[in-house]
């Protein structure tokens, strides 16, 4: 069975910190790996991932993908209080895509 | 303005009223999706369709029925067969190819009563 798992569901941090939201998979037949910001209503997308270690950057936000141990890790760097959202952990298996439970950050001023 | 519109972004229905969920998009995207999500909880796909009359179960598909008759269309029905209905559903659509990514709509948000 396909399944994403994504770890800290939950994470609390200090304005300024930088945090680690990690995501693994077990996918047949993976053609990519997505990362969305949700704040309200629909996720807004951040990177797509095709490739192992070749790490995708936008502004303070980076991540990286490893096919061969089957995760994927999103670095937030000095964090704000406008990161404070879920993160949703995204794979895709030909045109099926199956989320994760996503991690629940919230950043104190 | 392209994007992805779902309607009505609230709805109330009694036990026992199927309900349709509409979502259309100008995007000129061949794939759709239907996802629901609950409280503390990721995205759940429903159904998604890769091309016009064609569409595949995703992993929660029990208890709702969709259509792909148009291209830019892909109603959700919800029946009365669904045992918990209550939930923020949002559809999405994508270009297949490998650099396709989702983009969403607003989101749907259903209370049975």
């Known amino acids: 069975e396909d399944k994403v798992v994504q770890s800290p569901l939950s994470l609390v941090v200090h304005e300024g910190d930088t945090v680690t939201l990690n995501c693994s998979y077990e996918v047949t037949n993976f053609r990519s790996l997505l990362w969305y910001k949700q704040e309200k209503k629909a996720p807004t997308f951040l990177f797509m991932l095709t490739s192992s270690g070749i790490e995708k950057k936008s502004g303070r936000l980076s991540s990286i993908l490893d096919k061969k141990e089957l995760f994927s890790i999103l670095n937030i760097t000095a964090t704000q209080t406008g990161d404070s959202a879920v993160y949703l952990c995204a794979v895709r298996r030909d045109d099926k895509i199956i989320f994760g439970k996503g991690t629940r950050l919230h950043i104190l001023p | 303005d392209g994007g992805i519109t779902q309607s009505p972004k609230y709805l109330f229905r009694k036990e026992g009223q199927n309900v349709t969920l509409s979502c259309e998009q100008n995007?000129?995207?061949?794939?759709m999706y239907w996802y629901r999500q609950d409280p503390g909880q990721g995205l759940r796909l429903i159904y998604y369709?890769?091309?016009?009359?064609?569409?595949q179960k995703g992993d929660i598909a029990e208890g709702y029925s969709v259509s792909r008759e148009k291209k830019e269309s892909f109603p959700l029905t919800v029946t009365s067969a669904q045992k918990n209905p209550t939930a923020f559903y949002l559809c999405?659509?994508?270009?297949?190819?490998?650099?396709?990514?989702?983009?969403f709509g607003e989101g749907s948000r259903l209370t049975v009563l």
């Open positions: 999405a659509s994508r270009l297949r190819s490998n650099t396709g990514e989702l983009f």
């Open positions: 995007l000129n995207h061949d794939a």
């Open positions: 369709s890769q091309i016009v009359n064609d569409f």
